[in-house]
């Protein structure tokens, strides 16, 4: 299944036939009732009601829309808790295969040059731009096994191999007090995050997957491994990170999703 011509869902996730699902779920997300506060509240016809607004043209729901989806990114953020930890799982029930998932068809994944491949490093950074595979598999590499969450409904269990991202923000000289991160990738997408969710001891700069090179089809030659976060938050085929204070959107965040898209 890809997103392809797919309207939001912010809910879906929540209902995910195991009940082990939703249980993992609401633990990573920490509470979705308060996650979710301003769409389960504030409909609109309650937004109308508090604050005058127009809301019989589409331009005007759009706008309250944005300004509620917003809001839930705030009250995300303020619920992130730098400290607290996804749950991860034994070798015994990774999921095989793991799911492909992209916005587009599997035949249209990138196809990447290891020998060209270069990761560059711009804005708020002072230390290496450049960096080639082998350097980056040459720093201290971990593994986790965790649930990926998608906001379409299913999860899956992978084991994640790799560099974690504050290490290599650390070594790539960037400014930990910036506000954002933003990756962007082969394929076209983009996203971008909190400094707080980029140095999470969980948050990894992924190269290998089930304890072999990532394949093409989860992301190769890298991606960002994040199980504080929805699907969508994790971008495949990384070929430039930047280090900004200024919000870069993304993808999916600029078409409505929500910003934060996790715990």
């Given at each position: 299944?890809?997103?392809?011509?797919?309207?939001?869902?912010?809910?879906?996730?929540?209902?995910?036939?195991?009940?082990?699902?939703?249980?993992?779920?609401?633990?990573?997300?920490?509470?979705?009732?308060?996650?979710?506060?301003?769409?389960?509240?504030?409909?609109?016809?309650?937004?109308?009601?508090?604050?005058?607004c127009d809301l019989s043209n589409d331009k005007s729901v759009n706008s309250m829309l944005r300004k509620m989806?917003?809001?839930?990114?705030?009250?995300?953020?303020?619920?992130?808790?730098?400290?607290?930890?996804?749950?991860?799982?034994?070798?015994?029930?990774?999921?095989?295969?793991?799911?492909?998932?992209?916005?587009?068809?599997?035949?249209?994944?990138?196809?990447?040059?290891?020998?060209?491949?270069?990761?560059?490093?711009?804005?708020?950074?002072?230390?290496?731009?450049?960096?080639?595979?082998?350097?980056?598999?040459?720093?201290?590499?971990?593994?986790?096994?965790?649930?990926?969450?998608?906001i379409e409904g299913w999860s899956a269990i992978g084991r994640w191999d790799g560099v974690r991202f504050a290490?290599?923000?650390?070594?790539?000289?960037?400014?930990?007090?910036?506000?954002?991160?933003?990756?962007?990738?082969?394929?076209?997408?983009?996203?971008?995050?909190?400094?707080?969710?980029?140095?999470?001891?969980?948050?990894?700069?992924?190269?290998?997957?089930?304890?072999?090179?990532?394949?093409?089809?989860?992301?190769?030659?890298?991606?960002?491994?994040?199980?504080?976060?929805?699907?969508?938050?994790?971008?495949?085929?990384?070929?430039?990170?930047?280090?900004?204070?200024?919000?870069?959107?993304?993808?999916?965040?600029?078409?409505?999703y929500n910003w934060f898209g996790g715990s």
């Amino acid at each position: 299944m890809s997103f392809r011509n797919r309207p939001e869902k912010p809910n879906t996730f929540a209902s995910c036939r195991a009940e082990s699902i939703i249980t993992d779920a609401r633990n990573e997300l920490k509470n979705p009732a308060r996650r979710l506060l301003g769409k389960r509240i504030l409909t609109l016809g309650g937004i109308a009601m508090l604050s005058g607004c127009d809301l019989s043209n589409d331009k005007s729901v759009n706008s309250m829309l944005r300004k509620m989806s917003s809001f839930n990114d705030d009250v995300q953020a303020l619920l992130f808790n730098p400290n607290m930890l996804a749950p991860t799982y034994p070798e015994s029930i990774i999921t095989r295969p793991f799911p492909f998932n992209a916005f587009y068809d599997i035949d249209e994944v990138p196809e990447v040059d290891v020998a060209t491949y270069r990761l560059q490093v711009s804005g708020l950074a002072n230390g290496k731009r450049v960096w080639t595979l082998g350097e980056l598999r040459a720093l201290p590499q971990h593994s986790q096994i965790t649930r990926h969450i998608c906001i379409e409904g299913w999860s899956a269990i992978g084991r994640w191999d790799g560099v974690r991202f504050a290490e290599f923000l650390k070594r790539a000289g960037a400014d930990i007090t910036a506000k954002y991160v933003s990756l962007h990738c082969a394929d076209n997408y983009w996203t971008s995050i909190d400094m707080p969710t980029a140095l999470h001891p969980q948050t990894q700069l992924t190269l290998g997957y089930d304890g072999q090179t990532l394949p093409p089809k989860y992301g190769f030659p890298m991606k960002l491994r994040m199980p504080t976060k929805l699907g969508y938050k994790n971008p495949k085929h990384i070929v430039a990170i930047s280090v900004t204070n200024e919000y870069p959107g993304g993808y999916w965040e600029n078409q409505g999703y929500n910003w934060f898209g996790g715990s």
